[in-house]
């Protein structure tokens, strides 16, 4: 087993992405890496009490052990929640419909 991690830390933001490329120990945590990114010094709405975290796109705690090779994602709040953005979608495109079928029908 080697005695050091590859692994990066990412935080999506809405208009660009920042990568960092770490190093660390064996038996080295998900917080450990966080720690060591200096992404959660540098973007200080990186709250990790309420920010959720993953490994390649799965929910992961902060005492996950990492391997090599993982990608440790930060996760940022949702703005709005999907399915009421879907049901508006679904509302508007009724009203559209409904809308457009009476303009045809009186031309």
Not at 87 to 107: F, I, L, P, S, Y
Request: glycine letters at 8%.
């Amino acid at each position: 087993m080697a005695e050091t991690l590859n692994v990066e830390v990412c935080y999506a933001l809405s208009g660009k992405q920042e990568l960092v490329r770490l190093k660390l120990p064996t038996g080295s945590t998900l917080q450990q890496a966080l720690d060591a990114s200096g992404l959660l010094a540098k973007y200080p709405e990186i709250d990790p009490k309420k920010n959720k975290f993953g490994i390649y796109a799965k929910l992961s705690k902060v005492d996950t052990v990492l391997r090599d090779q993982d990608r440790v994602e930060i996760y940022r709040p949702l703005i709005a929640d999907p399915k009421e953005v879907r049901k508006q979608r679904a509302a508007e495109g009724k009203v559209m419909k409904k809308g457009a079928g009476e303009t045809d029908a009186e031309g």
